[in-house]
């Protein structure tokens, strides 16, 4: 059937491709090419396998063999492609609904924790069973709006009557920003300017939106803490090392707090409890997480300091948070009291213990502010206290009067906590720095007074009630 005699030679094929003659070229080296040309010599695709025959025997119907037209192969790819390109569309589509569906399940968890969710899951951001951190902080500049401190604002931030709820939170990042570079502490301890901006972002980042709990807490805290440093001078009483570890203590004490507190952790037997033994859950878990944040290269504000000097902050920081569970206030305040009478600024116990109580303070002061700026902060412990309540009572879990929204009313949440608590360990740190008994001692017993009055006006009403009601039951 061949038309040369040499299996080398070019072979040719005589093809009917409707009712046309074609003919193909080939040679039987394997991998050779074959070329199928027209009459006019255009190239046609077929497949390779054909036999060779004559122009006269060109048609074959026992061969199976395939011609394909140039049109019928461009349509052919061209709704491959189409096809291709339809799967890669739905694929990402996927990947996309996917990243949605995780996005809607993280925010359904968080709901699902604020509003008394599941109970073993009172969820916080940081889960040290996944793999990596959940923070990703930026690795430009941050561009939080750069807030200029007016001198008034300067002298305002030294002082308790700050108001905190006056400034955004671009304005609080800022104004923390001012103080570490005020107290010279970035100076102190070759603090990268732009490491300070993103370890402040992943700080503000991580704490919650709880109604009490949350970054304004945090500020306030920490202006707290900055103004009793200048209101006792404690620049000139305490080193650098002390002032980087009060504040830095001030703005990580209660981070990715879940807004709901150790007791409740405990009786719920929730992963922070389990993880930490009913040890302080909450206060270890923010020393925790405030360490992962500046464990991270983009954070670390202590970089540029010697590993021993970093083992002795860290060590101080995570002493001073895990001393605001007010579970232990009893034992810090009475160790405090055996040793303000005598104490020596050079004696390491006595200084620690007067950084103890210092963050006790400054967590607790609200109601050493103006009453327009305490009492809002009463109005958001209250519906934070409401909301662990009401969850322990869907859980079957006891519940503290304090925070039973049937039970406590303002006067009676506030006048025994100011009573037995703020004031002894206010006018015992009086003892140590007297001049903070206007600005700080005062307001306080200010308070007191306040909710007595409001309580005696509640009390004459509901007993007014009850005997109207007894009137006109007779």
């Known amino acids: 059937m061949g038309t040369s005699s040499s299996s080398y030679s070019p072979k040719t094929v005589y093809l009917d491709v409707d009712g046309k003659m ?15 040309v027209n009459s006019e010599g255009a190239l046609i695709s077929i497949d390779p396998t054909m036999p060779t025959n004559t122009p006269k025997s060109y048609v074959f119907h026992h061969f199976r063999f395939r011609a394909f037209r140039i049109n019928e192969l461009k349509t052919e790819v061209t709704n491959r492609l189409a096809m291709l390109e339809k799967r890669v569309e739905l694929e990402g589509l996927k990947m996309v609904e996917i990243e949605k569906c995780k996005n809607d399940l993280r925010k359904l968890r968080d709901e699902m924790t604020s509003k008394g969710g599941g ?18 902080p930026r690795r430009d500049v941050p561009n939080y709006p750069k807030y200029t401190l007016s001198q008034e604002t300067i002298e305002a931030l030294k002082k308790p009557t700050f108001d905190v709820w006056h400034w955004e939170h671009n304005e609080m990042l800022s ?17 990268n300017p732009i490491t300070l901006k993103r370890w402040l972002l992943g700080i503000q980042e991580n704490y919650r939106n709880n109604p009490f709990h949350n970054f304004r807490h945090c500020f306030c805290v920490s202006q707290m803490m900055y103004g009793m440093i ?10 650098m090392t002390d002032m980087c570890i009060l504040m830095t203590a001030a703005v990580c004490h209660d981070l990715d707090h879940p807004g709901y507190n150790n007791t409740y952790q405990i009786n719920a037997h929730t992963e922070l409890a389990v993880r930490y033994n009913d040890i302080s859950p909450l206060e270890n878990h923010h020393c925790a997480v405030a360490f992962q944040i500046i464990s991270m290269p983009e954070c670390n504000i202590f970089a540029n300091i010697e590993t021993e000097a970093f083992k002795h902050l860290r060590q101080a920081i ?14 810090i305040l009475d160790s405090f009291k055996q040793n303000v009478d005598n104490f020596d600024f050079t004696n ?16 607790i002061s609200n109601e050493v502010r103006p009453t327009e ?7 958001c412990l209250l519906e934070e206290y409401f909301m662990q309540s009401d969850r322990e009572k869907s859980e079957g879990l006891p519940v503290a009067s304090f925070m ?23 006018e015992t740190v009086m003892k140590l720095f007297p001049q903070i008994e206007e600005i700080m001692v005062q307001p306080l017993r200010d308070s007191r007074d306040h909710y007595e009055e409001l309580k005696q006006i509640d009390d004459a009403m509901t007993e007014a009630l009850l005997q109207q009601g007894s009137t006109d039951n007779n």
């Open 22 to 36: 074609q003919k193909v070229t080939y040679n039987t080296f394997i991998n050779t090419a074959i070329s199928l």
């Open 119 to 136: 109970r073993v899951t009172c969820g916080c951001k940081y889960s040290f069973t996944e793999d990596g951190k959940k923070l990703s």
């Open 175 to 191: 104004c923390l920003e001012y103080m570490y570079h005020d107290l010279g502490l970035v100076k102190e301890f070759n603090m």
């Open 230 to 239: 200048h209101l006792c001078n404690l620049q000139e009483r305490l080193t």
């Open 318 to 331: 995570i002493t001073l948070i895990l001393a605001t569970d007010m579970a232990r206030h009893g034992e």
């Open 348 to 363: 390491q116990k006595h200084v620690t213990c007067l950084k103890l109580v210092l963050i006790k303070c400054c967590d």
């Open 373 to 379: 700026v305490a009492e809002p902060w009463l109005d």
């Open 404 to 426: 039973d929204r049937d039970k406590v009313t303002k006067p009676t949440a506030q006048i025994g906590f100011i009573k037995f608590v703020l004031i002894p360990m206010f």
